[in-house]
């Protein structure tokens, strides 16, 4: 139940003025229940950051390397422990037949995580990074994640910043945001045993430092409150203005590109057989218009259509949104847990169309990416409402 409203236009005018909302603004847009008037601030909030009626996208793979995992995090399907029978790991051969497929549709990158293997050191990712970069130079390695380099640090015993360095060396691209979940430990430690919220930020902050971008993720409903999410929020919008002042004083420097929130997968794992509520495509609308009037700093906010459905994904770019994020042609965490929507291109493309917005395809740098005869995949998957009458009365 949410509390008592605090009044929310004036917060709302502040944010659309282009003044920076307070964790005490951010914790009342939450509690309120006109996420309709939120979504709209949000859109034109949104519309000052990305002026234009472009959409994003990006095709590319997740590759999940291994799903040996040292550590439990109690909302994950995916992982398994070291030694268990179905364990994997990819090899390189495999490994190069998916980015093989993936380039073959039309795909500019990869994103590669796995679990925390407790045998891989920093000389196994610098391998497989330099062998990937040197058979495909031009093919974004958008790989890892926080909780994957705190690991490393630990098997090498080197700092973050080193750790960074030699992986941008090997090739390394980019660096997604998983494994953020919530950014309070209050919540971590009570799901999971990886890397804590420090640790998560450090890292982050270790990334720009190296002058290699990044996104942010946020993971709600796994028993976290409003309080906790105003939390990672602004832990995440200090640690961005730390990177761009940096970046302005030093003229180089990484940033966060993009925030992307999505709701808990219960499906398959121990904490969904706890949980008793989980949020609503309202609360995860809201969350992200939210997130676009608080991180004034951060220029892309990501819809999440794998965990909430191409339908909600679409309403979401009217609540802020300005990316749909990946075609995904592989995904195996969130599908453990639950998600099994799928979308091609087409429908990625029509999606946006229809939400009243041009589809474009990007990498992972948010180039344009302009491929010969892409319109032609647009095909409608449904008829027009007059034509449909005329169908069913047929
Ligand atoms: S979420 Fe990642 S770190 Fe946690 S158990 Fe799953 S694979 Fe391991």
């Known amino acids: 139940m949410k509390a008592m409203e605090a009044p929310i236009q004036p917060i709302i005018d502040k944010a659309i003025e282009g003044e920076r909302l307070t964790a005490y603004d951010c914790t009342a847009l939450l509690e309120s229940r006109d996420f309709v008037r939120i979504g709209l601030a949000a859109h034109e909030v949104r519309m000052r950051h990305n002026p234009t009626d472009i959409v994003t996208y990006i095709i590319d ?6 799903n040996v995992c040292n550590v439990v995090c ?21 490994i190069e037949k998916r980015i093989d497929e993936t380039i073959a549709l ?16 920093i000389e196994w990712y610098e391998d497989l990074l330099s062998t990937l970069h040197a058979k495909y130079p031009r093919f974004q390695l958008h790989c890892f994640s926080p909780p994957e380099i705190h690991n490393i640090s630990l098997i090498s015993k080197l700092d973050y910043v080193t750790i960074m360095q030699r992986l941008k060396a090997a090739g390394l691209n980019s660096m997604p945001g998983g494994g953020g979940e919530i ?3 209050e919540v971590r430690k009570r799901v999971s045993t990886k890397c804590n919220t420090q640790e998560w930020l450090d890292v982050m902050r270790a990334v720009h430092q190296v002058d290699q971008i990044s996104t942010a993720t946020m993971m ?13 929020l602004q832990r995440i919008r200090d640690v961005q203005d730390e990177s761009l002042a940096r970046k302005a004083e030093t003229g180089t420097g990484g940033e966060f590109t993009a925030f992307i929130p999505w709701t808990f997968q219960r499906e398959n794992t121990a904490l969904g057989r706890k949980i008793t509520e989980e949020p609503t495509g309202i609360d995860y609308l809201q969350m992200l218009a939210v997130s676009r009037l608080f991180l004034d700093n951060i ?42 929507v799928e979308a091609n291109e087409r ?32 095909v409608k998957k449904s008829l027009p409402l007059s034509q449909l009458s005329v169908a069913f009365a047929d």
């Open 299 to 340: 220029q892309h906010i990501q819809a999440s259509w794998l965990t909430q459905g191409l339908k909600l994904g679409q309403t979401a770019l009217r609540f802020g949104a300005d990316d749909m994020g990946s075609i995904m042609i592989e995904e195996n965490v969130v599908s453990a847990a639950g998600a099994h």
């Open 74 to 94: 109690t909302f994950c399907a995916f992982y398994r422990r070291p030694g268990k029978p179905d364990t994997y790991v990819h090899s390189i051969e495999e």
């Open 183 to 185: 950014l309070d430990d």
């Open 347 to 378: 429908d990625l493309r029509y999606q946006i169309r229809e939400a009243g917005f041009t589809p474009q395809q990007r990498d992972i740098l948010y180039n344009y990416i302009d491929r010969d005869n892409v319109d032609d995949i647009e």
């Open 61 to 66: 793979r997740n590759i999940n390397y291994t």
């Open 220 to 232: 709600f409903g796994i028993g976290d409150n409003i309080s906790h999410r105003v939390k990672h």
């Open 106 to 121: 039309g795909g500019t990158g990869v994103l590669m995580q796995g679990g925390l293997h407790p045998d891989f050191n």
